[in-house]
T-cell receptor
Framework: QKEVEQNSGPLSVPEGAIASLNCTYS??????FFWYRQYSGKSPELIMF????GDKEDGRFTAQLNKASQYVSLLIRDSQPSDSATYLC?????????????FGTGTQLKVEL | DTEVTQTPKHLVMGMTNKKSLKCEQH?????MYWYKQKAKKPPELMFV???????INESVPSRFSPECPNSSLLNLHLHALQPEDSALYLC???????????????FGPGTRLTVL
């Protein structure tokens, strides 16, 4: 089982819709959870982080964490074509030395006009 | 300011060359990282420096040699690389090391390395 799993996509949503990106992780002791956006040929950009169960909102973005289910998600409201990118879920856990960021393989999001 | 800078943006080198990648941050961050990213793959951790000391080496071949001259600078020295080492090399920093405190990592723009 991979440490951090994401559906590779592509996930296609119409402009203005809500995009829902999902991520599961295997290390039950994981402490910190991050969402990065990466445009083709560019470096990852941190867009959200969450440490506690529940929801965290920042503008059009909402991160949701459920530690019991080992599940973290990112909702993007009012999706725009500029949101089209690969979204990387990343987790800091306790296994494998613990003190490192482990990335999922990323979900490609396409927002269509 | 959450800026991490990297130079050069692009680098082409032969297998016998020696070159260095540079990374700089002025945010007072105490942890710095090197990652390697191949096309359509997530970043892979190579090295972690915490408080200017190497704390993690992810079994990286010795042809990659990291150096942290001071708290703001991180170098990656390259020697006798192979074509399969061609990738985007990313530097990142965080205020605190991963398991302590404020551990969000911010990435630089990367160096696109091509080994001929």
């Amino acid at each position: 089982q991979k440490e951090v799993e994401q559906n590779s996509g592509p996930l296609s949503v119409p402009e203005g819709a809500i995009a829902s990106l999902n991520c599961t992780y295997s290390d039950r002791g994981s402490q910190s959870f991050f969402w990065y956006r990466q445009y083709s040929g560019k470096s990852p950009e941190l867009i959200m982080f969450i440490y506690s169960n529940g929801d965290k909102e920042d503008g059009r973005f909402t991160a949701q964490l459920n530690k019991a289910s080992q599940y973290v998600s990112l909702l993007i409201r009012d999706s725009q074509p500029s949101d089209s990118a690969t979204y990387l879920c990343a987790v800091i856990g306790l296994t494998g030395g613990g003190n490192k960021l482990t990335f999922g393989t990323g979900t490609q999001l396409k927002v269509e006009l | 300011d959450t800026e991490v800078t990297q130079t050069p943006k692009h680098l082409v080198m032969g297998m016998t060359n020696k070159k260095s990648l540079k990374c700089e941050q002025h945010m007072g961050h105490r942890a710095m990282y090197w990652y390697k990213q191949k096309a359509k793959k997530p970043p892979e951790l190579m090295f972690v420096y915490s408080y200017e000391k190497l704390s993690i080496n992810e079994s990286v071949p010795s042809r990659f040699s990291p150096e942290c001259p001071n708290s703001s600078l991180l170098n990656l020295h390259l020697h006798a690389l192979q074509p399969e080492d061609s990738a985007l090399y990313l530097c990142a920093s965080s205020q605190d090391p991963p398991l302590a405190g404020v551990n969000e990592q911010f990435f630089g723009p990367g160096t696109r390395l091509t080994v001929l």
